[in-house]
C-alpha cells in the first residue's frame, strides 16, 4: 500500500515562498496522476493543483494559477509544490494524494476517487 508523506510547509511572510514535497514509499506513483489539495479550518477541501504520470499535463485551481506550480521526479517518488507570491488566503493543510488514473482530460471537480492521501502539511501565512 502506498503512503505518502508531505513536507514542506511552515510559517511564512506575504509575499514569500514554499516548495512542499509529497514522498511516496510502499508502491511506485510513476504511473499514476498526483494531485495538490488544500483545507482551511471550516472550508471545504479545494482543488490546487494536478499533474499526470509524465508530468507533461498539468492544470492547477484558480487560486493557484499563476502563482504555484507542480511538477514531479518519478525516479524519486516524489512530487513537488512550488509556491510563490503567497497569501494569508493560502494559509490551510495542504496534502497529496494519488490518483487511480495516469492522466485525466481535465481539472478534477471532484476528489472522491483520489487515494491515498497524505497526512498533510500546514502552512500559515502571515501578513
Known amino acids: 500500500q502506498v503512503q505518502l508523506a508531505e513536507s514542506g510547509g511552515g510559517l511564512v511572510q506575504v509575499g514569500g515562498s514554499l516548495t512542499l514535497s509529497c514522498v511516496a514509499s510502499?508502491?511506485?506513483?510513476?504511473?499514476?496522476?498526483m494531485g495538490w489539495f488544500r483545507q482551511a479550518p471550516e472550508q471545504e477541501r479545494e482543488f490546487i493543483a494536478y499533474i499526470n504520470w509524465s508530468g507533461g499535463v498539468t492544470y492547477y485551481g484558480d487560486s493557484a494559477k499563476g502563482r504555484f506550480y507542480i511538477s514531479r521526479d518519478n525516479a524519486k517518488n516524489t512530487v513537488y509544490l512550488q509556491m510563490t507570491s503567497l497569501r494569508p488566503g493560502d494559509t490551510a493543510v495542504y496534502y497529496c494524494?494519488?490518483?487511480?488514473?495516469?492522466?485525466?482530460?481535465?481539472?478534477?471537480?471532484?476528489?472522491?476517487?483520489?487515494?491515498?492521501w497524505g497526512q498533510g502539511t500546514q502552512v500559515t501565512v502571515s501578513s
Open positions: 494524494a494519488v490518483d487511480p488514473w495516469g492522466h485525466r482530460s481535465g481539472a478534477p471537480s471532484v476528489f472522491g476517487d483520489f487515494g491515498p
Open positions: 510502499g508502491g511506485d506513483i510513476s504511473k499514476n496522476g
